[in-house]
């Protein structure tokens, strides 16, 4: 059986008076996001701004299960746990294997 590759899409939402710490979520959090679940099988990452304080996150992975084992890892609890380090608001998250890609 051949494994799709899958993409997390994180967004931390824009309301009133959300705040949002773009610099440290560059310099600190994603780094640790990818010393964290690079073993379980995270490719690459990419960080868009949709907007002011509006940060859009894609991880792409091995596999939607690798995905899963990162999510339920050990080290989940540091990842999602520095979330309040850099935004007042929690993240959206949606993943998915990837249909077709160029």
Same mark, same amino acid.
């Given at each position: 059986? *051949? *494994? /799709?590759?899958a993409q997390a899409s994180v967004l931390y939402?824009? @309301?009133? &008076?959300? *705040?949002?710490?773009? #610099?440290?979520? $560059?310099? *600190? ?5 990818? %010393?964290?679940?690079? @073993?379980? &099988? $995270? /490719?690459r990452w990419s960080v868009t701004q949709l ?12 596999? $939607? =299960?690798?995905?899963? @084992? #990162? #999510? @339920? &890892?050990? =080290? ?7 979330? =309040?380090?850099?935004? %007042? =608001?929690? $993240? !959206? ?5 990837? !249909?077709?890609?160029?």
């Amino acid at each position: 059986m *051949t *494994t /799709k590759p899958a993409q997390a899409s994180v967004l931390y939402p824009r @309301k009133d &008076g959300a *705040t949002f710490n773009m #610099a440290y979520y $560059l310099s *600190t959090h994603m780094p640790l996001v990818a %010393s964290s679940w690079a @073993k379980y &099988g $995270l /490719k690459r990452w990419s960080v868009t701004q949709l907007g002011p304080d509006s940060p859009y996150s894609v991880l792409v992975w091995e596999s $939607l =299960e690798a995905f899963d @084992k #990162a #999510a @339920k &890892g050990a =080290e989940a609890g540091d990842v999602f746990g520095d979330i =309040e380090r850099f935004s %007042s =608001e929690q $993240l !959206v998250l949606c993943a998915g294997e990837v !249909v077709r890609s160029r």
